[in-house]
């Protein structure tokens, strides 16, 4: 990483000095001035381990004061409200923390022997890790736009590429629409601080993804259900795929886990606690994929929700 503290000031220094501007000059003038380079900066927090400004956001490592936790976040405030990206037991690296991510390795036995994984976004890796060592004979793929968060999960978050474990650097809207390869299981996991981008939710984007998967293959999507356009992502991931199914995270967690199947498999909870419990007598999990599987809800799809296009993306 390039940089010192000091650098810290100085883009603390041009983010004041914009406050007086209008809304678009600001934009463009944090864009002209983050582009220079990468700047790490000074942890705004006591348990802040590292924080840098890359070229799309602010990431910060974080320790709990016991050592044990390490969390990744995006663009923080301090302020008790900001939504954790990854966070790993440093003792245990491969353990599942977050909620989400164990409720999204339920949709895992839905596929037979997966061979491909895409993961749409890497975050501290928590997923990937998992699944590298869970799944010895399955390839786990991840798309990740900032090349920062790729160096940060490696330098802090444990993470190894291999064989087995590879990541494409690069927008993975665009990845998808150039890629030829087939997956079995294709996660979408991919968020800025406050949401999921409009681009990654679109009816065409989720096409593309559905022609990526192989025969048998299933999508897992983490959506925040208290999103405002929540009801407007489950109409538009409706109108690719014939089958959708929902897993609610516990309380607080607003997360649900989406998975959705390419064609008609009329799936019962009963079925899906059959194939979970195979699945984790052949690969133990060390979850209660039951329980999760037992949270199941059918999405109720809203009329007045409308359905995500690329040409009604906003303009910010």
């Given at each position: 990483?390039?940089?010192?503290g ?10 004041g ?11 463009l003038?944090?864009a ?10 000074l942890a705004?927090?006591?348990?802040a381990?590292?924080e840098?400004?890359?070229?799309y956001q ?7 004061t016991?050592?044990?936790?390490r ?5 923080p405030?301090?302020?008790g409200?900001?939504?954790i990206?990854?966070e790993?037991?440093k003792?245990n ?6 909620d989400?991510t ?5 949709s895992v036995?839905?596929?037979d022997?997966?061979k491909r994984?895409?993961i ?15 799944l ?8 990740e ?10 330098e ?12 494409h ?5 665009e990845?998808m629409?150039k890629s030829?390869?087939k997956?079995d ?8 601080a406050?949401?999921?981008?409009y681009?990654?939710?679109?009816q065409e ?5 559905k ?8 999508v ?8 405002a ?6 109409k538009t991931?409706?109108?690719?795929f014939?089958e ?13 886990i989406l ?12 079925k899906?606690k059959?194939?979970?419990?195979a ?5 133990p999990?060390?979850l ?5 599987v037992?949270?199941h ?9 409308r359905v995500l296009?690329d040409k009604d993306?906003?303009?910010?």
């Amino acid at each position: 990483m390039l940089g010192s503290g000091l650098s810290f000031s100085l883009f603390e220094a041009i983010k004041g000095s914009t406050m007086s501007l209008n809304r678009m000059h600001r934009r463009l003038f944090l864009a002209i001035a983050a582009a220079f380079l990468t700047l790490p900066v000074l942890a705004q927090h006591s348990n802040a381990i590292y924080e840098v400004k890359s070229q799309y956001q602010t990431i910060a490592v974080w320790d709990s004061t016991d050592g044990q936790r390490r969390q990744l976040l995006f663009d923080p405030n301090w302020n008790g409200t900001d939504s954790i990206q990854s966070e790993m037991n440093k003792s245990n690296p491969n353990e599942l923390v977050l909620d989400y991510t164990k409720h999204m390795i339920a949709s895992v036995p839905l596929v037979d022997k997966p061979k491909r994984i895409l993961i749409v976004g890497l975050g501290g890796a928590s997923l990937q890790r998992y699944l590298h060592n869970l799944l010895p004979d399955t390839v786990i793929e991840s798309a990740e736009l900032d090349p920062v968060v790729l160096e940060i999960a490696r330098e802090y978050f444990y993470f190894i590429q291999d064989d087995r474990q590879k990541v494409h650097i690069g927008d993975g809207r665009e990845f998808m629409e150039k890629s030829q390869e087939k997956y079995d299981i294709i996660m979408l996991d991919a968020f800025s601080a406050t949401s999921i981008p409009y681009r990654l939710s679109t009816q065409e984007f989720l096409q593309r993804v559905k022609e990526r998967l192989s025969k048998g293959g299933i999508v897992c999507a983490n959506l925040w259900s208290h999103q405002a356009d929540y009801p407007d992502m489950l109409k538009t991931y409706a109108t690719v795929f014939p089958e959708l199914h929902v897993l609610p995270c516990r309380l607080p967690w607003s997360n649900h886990i989406l998975i959705a199947m390419p064609a008609k498999q009329m799936l019962t909870v009963k079925k899906w606690k059959e194939k979970a419990v195979a699945f984790d007598k052949a690969h133990p999990t060390g979850l209660n994929l039951i329980e999760f599987v037992e949270r199941h809800i059918t999405p109720q799809i809203q009329d007045d929700a409308r359905v995500l296009l690329d040409k009604d993306a906003p303009n910010d």
